[in-house]
């Protein structure tokens, strides 16, 4: 199988991820939660972890990135935890539901106002318009850094500039991004960075999380054991305790932080060069085939290892089923839960095939989905 569907999961990762995970199961206890060797042991994998993303992150504290299931409860997290009956929130048309259903959830629970940077077809956002949305008395701004539809980046700089101007706070989802993408929270004005673990941080699934920075307090999602203050009946406050109850994945923790050390040692920069270099060549490989037509703005190559297209009028899911049954080649079919976004290019009712690309991917690979694409279009 060529797994071209790394912006849902990544398949292939280090191999001392998967050493992690056994290793932890093997020998770690549950963190916090008695003052044996096996507990301490968990202790200090789990921080280790921190201590990495908060590098990567540019976090100022590792006690503020929080452990969670996935970016989605990361999302769901900051956004409950942080928008209140009433409120303005300014987020975009290339959001993933992650973003969108927690918004809408409070629009029609708590009244919120939600105001919406609108895509052209290239599946770009007039920043200007942002502006002036934000200008409106808005709470916060809730934004994706990379579409996982069609690789384009939000510029995440101007994004947080405009944020700290007019006293918005500043969500940022980074699913499709942390750890191929540098960023710099404190320089960027991001208030909320929320990560998954299994795609480019090349983690299992199962894990993900939040880094906050500064003081800011954030309603829990969640309450429960904790492991310290037992008689107390609210929650504590305090991060990482605060936003994490119960029992953390301290197993996929530890292979997360794996990941997150391969890239520390490979280099982002090299991981990323390679990720493009792929990406183009299959963008260059199939754009001037007959009956293709792709997605996103290719004007610039700072752009996320994905590339969603169609072929004549065939049903996505057709054409991915193909490439998987005949070829051999993973892909994603259908809306990729960007509902706004498919408006925006009028796919909703064709959807796009998207191949997206990861470290462990190959030139042969990529130029045996370019040759299936042209078989395809050719029938």
């Known amino acids: 199988m060529i797994y071209l569907d790394n912006a849902a999961t990544t398949l292939h990762k ?47 504290q590792a006690q503020n990135v929080v452990f969670t299931l996935n970016s989605t409860e990361a999302l769901n997290t900051a956004i409950q935890g942080l928008i209140g009956p009433g409120e303005h929130v300014v987020t975009t048309d290339l959001e993933h539901n992650s973003v969108l259903r927690p918004l809408y959830r409070l629009e029609q629970e708590k009244g919120i106002r939600l105001s919406f940077a609108e895509s052209d077809t290239r599946g770009c956002i007039d920043y200007d318009r942002l502006e002036l949305l934000v200008k409106d008395n808005a709470k916060a701004i809730v934004c994706t850094h990379g579409s996982n539809l069609t690789g384009n980046l939000v510029d995440i700089a101007r994004v947080g500039k405009i944020a700290d101007t007019y006293g918005a706070l500043f969500i940022l989802d980074a699913s499709q991004t942390a750890g191929v993408f540098p960023i710099d929270m404190q320089e960027m004005h991001i208030d909320v960075l929320c990560f998954t673990g299994h795609k480019s941080l090349f983690g299992p699934q199962g894990t993900g999380g939040l880094a906050v920075c500064g003081d800011l307090e954030i309603r829990p999602l969640k309450v429960g054991g904790s492991g310290i203050r037992t008689f107390d009946r609210i929650h504590p406050k305090e991060l990482p305790t605060g936003l994490e109850a119960g029992t953390l994945n301290g197993h996929g923790i530890a292979g997360l932080g794996a990941g997150a050390a391969f890239i520390e040692k490979t280099g982002m920069d090299r991981i990323f060069r390679h990720e493009q270099r792929l990406t183009r060549t299959f963008y260059e490989g199939v754009k001037d085939i007959d009956g293709v037509t792709i997605y996103g703005d290719f004007s610039t ?13 065939y049903d996505s899911s057709e054409v991915s089923d193909e490439l998987s049954q005949v070829y051999d080649i993973a892909t994603r079919p259908g809306a990729h839960c960007a509902p706004r976004l498919h408006q925006a290019l009028g796919t909703v009712e064709q959807g796009a095939v998207r191949f997206s690309f990861s470290y462990y991917n190959t030139e042969e690979e990529v130029q045996a989905a370019i040759d299936a694409v042209r078989k395809i279009a050719s029938e």
């Open 14 to 60: 280090p191999p001392e991820v998967a050493e992690a995970v056994l290793q932890a199961m093997m020998h770690m206890g549950n963190s916090g939660r008695g003052a044996h060797e096996e507990a301490l042991t968990a202790s200090r994998r789990i921080y280790e972890t921190r201590e990495i993303l908060a590098g990567m992150f540019h976090c100022p």
């Open 301 to 313: 190559w700072m752009r996320a290892p994905i590339v969603a297209l169609n072929i004549w009028d």
